[in-house]
């Protein structure tokens, strides 16, 4: 049963999920964070857009402004809508139709979700009834099958089980379970992956797919791995200092990066299409601070390509490539950094002097690159980059589920009354 939101006047043929112009600062006694320094994305249905960026690019603040969870601590502009309807500066009761049921959201570590105290079934009917009037029995029916569709075994004795009884990745599909129980239309998943080893990532990013088909969701998937993007994302959004730096599809951010930032993070990326001999090259230096406003380009400390007007002006986002698909970089020399693809980091500042200016850049000498142009080889798919073990270019979204038995801990132990919800 799909959810209604009839109370409110949503706009048919407005996006799923449209933010503009984020802005989220917090007050601290080191100064002004400027956390997120205007974002601006549309989701459609059935879309997945990941947003990838380091640590402490504005990643989580997007997605905590995006659902309201934001501390008071915290000063909002813009606008977060959601078939049109503005969701920015409501109260907790305003936000509650949403929560959970137009929008729900994963976060990294499944213990911020999950109450240890109570069955993971009692948690899942407690969310299902919070959005549907049914009986507990035919929620906790509904919680069995949950459970079935992200990949427990054995669901009808798992239910009555604790968190504590559960592995981490076992965890994580109970919290994507809890967060398409009401089958919601935009699932927000904040780096749902990063606490997990490499073949219980795949399982979880598995159901995550499975929620994803049943429900027929948007995803707005947060994580700092462009390896996992691939393997699931349609779009990518890449965050740098609080802003969106490049803006694609999976294609082109992957084949055609136009931002220095984004070819620093694809070269730092294992390949599978190369003898294994290649260095991978980390991007030099560190995020810069978020306190204040940034003179000229953020990136530039660690740009091979910078130059004066990049300490000066801080770049806009733009179109680029020859016919406007919606791919937009922020960069003085997104042109220059097309070419160079992976390259640019092997570059020195001397190769990178000789060729400014000049009537163009150096073909690239040495590191990846990406392919550029109709005569190079281009690689055959953003599957190229291996993201863990486990990962199959050849599958349908590129992982394989290693069997779950491993996952299962010891015998059900189903707790008493736990359907008897206060
Ligand atoms: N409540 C807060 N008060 C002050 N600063 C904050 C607060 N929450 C976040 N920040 C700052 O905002 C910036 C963006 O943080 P955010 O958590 O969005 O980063 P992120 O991209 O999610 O990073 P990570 O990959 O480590 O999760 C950081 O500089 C962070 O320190
Ligand atoms: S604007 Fe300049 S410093 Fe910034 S990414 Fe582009 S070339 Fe590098
Ligand atoms: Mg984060």
Not at 68 to 97: D, T
Request: charged share 20%.
């Amino acid at each position: 049963m799909k959810p209604s939101h009839s109370k409110f006047a949503q706009d048919p043929h407005a996006p799923l999920l449209s933010i503009e112009g984020l802005e989220v600062s917090f007050r601290t006694a080191e100064g002004t964070v400027n956390a997120v320094r205007g974002i601006s994305l549309d989701l459609q249905p059935g879309e997945v857009l990941g947003i990838v960026g380091e640590s402490g690019s504005g990643k989580s603040v997007t997605a905590m402004a995006t659902m309201g969870l934001l501390p008071r601590s915290a000063s909002v502009r813009g606008s977060v809508r959601f078939r049109g309807e503005e969701l920015l500066h409501r109260n907790e009761r305003q936000l509650m139709p949403f929560r959970g049921k137009a929008i729900s959201m994963i976060f990294q570590d499944p213990m911020t979700s999950l109450n240890p105290v109570y069955s993971v079934g009692w948690q899942i009917v407690e969310a299902i009834l919070a959005h549907q009037d049914l009986s507990k029995e035919e929620a906790l029916k509904i919680a069995i099958e949950l459970l079935r569709k992200v990949g427990i075994p054995n669901p009808e004795d798992r239910v009555g089980n604790y968190p504590h009884e559960f592995s981490g990745g076992m965890r994580q599909r109970v919290v994507i379970a809890i967060a398409i129980a009401n089958n919601p239309e935009v699932i927000l998943a904040d780096e749902p992956t990063t606490a997990l080893d490499v073949t219980v990532q795949a399982q979880v990013l598995e159901a995550l797919r499975a929620a994803l088909s049943s429900t027929h969701a948007a995803l707005l998937l947060i994580t700092h791995d462009l390896g996992v993007i691939a393997g699931i994302a349609n779009r990518v959004l890449v965050m740098y200092a609080g802003r969106p730096v490049e803006i694609g599809t999976v294609d082109e951010i992957f084949y055609d990066p136009s931002m220095p930032y984004t070819l620093g993070l694809l070269g730092s990326l294992p390949r599978v299409d190369t003898d294994g001999t290649e260095r991978l090259r980390p991007i030099p230096g560190s995020p810069p601070s978020m306190i204040g406003e940034p003179v000229g380009c953020p990136f530039a400390p660690r740009c091979p390509l910078a130059a004066d007007i990049c300490r000066e002006s801080e770049p806009p986002l733009r179109s680029v490539g020859s016919v406007d698909t919606g791919h937009l970089a922020a960069c003085h020399f997104a042109e220059d950094a097309r070419i160079r693809g992976a390259s640019l980091f092997a570059a020195t500042s001397s190769d990178i002097d000789a060729t400014r200016g000049a009537g163009g850049v150096a073909p690239p000498e040495s590191g990846l690159s990406f392919g550029h142009g109709p005569d190079e080889a281009r690689a055959p798919g953003p599957g190229n980059y291996v993201i863990a073990e486990g990962f199959s270019p050849a599958g349908p979204g590129g992982y394989e589920t290693a069997p779950d038995a491993q996952e299962t801990s010891g015998d059900p132990v189903l707790p008493p009354d736990e359907t008897e919800i206060p």
